[in-house]
């Protein structure tokens, strides 16, 4: 059964059909992901295996469409190659080319 319900709680869509997080990603699969949030002019990138934190300038950070980053908030990178919204966990594509090219 496909579509959902939009919720008037969250203003977000319930869909049908989705595979539950804890299928897809257990809590220690959350807890090793790559962290991604917003530092003042920067998008900063923790990795917890390794305790490393890297930092991209949002001016050096090429981005379709415009990204607004207000310090502490999370980033959660999403996909649409298959045509619908995937969340990814760890870095997306722009994150990892833009952090490769240093």
């Known amino acids: 059964k496909k579509g959902g319900v939009l919720s008037s709680t969250t203003g977000t869509c319930q869909c049908n059909n989705i595979t539950p997080l ?13 962290v991604t949030t917003c530092e003042s002019s920067s998008i900063k990138i923790y990795d917890p295996l390794t305790f490393t934190t890297n930092y991209i300038s949002l001016s050096d950070f090429n981005t379709q469409g415009s990204l607004v980053c207000t310090s502490g908030s999370n980033i959660y990178s999403m996909s649409t190659k298959s045509g619908s919204f995937n969340g990814i966990f760890g870095l997306g594509d722009s994150l990892i080319s833009n952090l490769n090219s240093r």
């Open 22 to 34: 804890e299928k897809i990603c257990d809590s220690t699969c959350r807890n090793q992901a790559i």
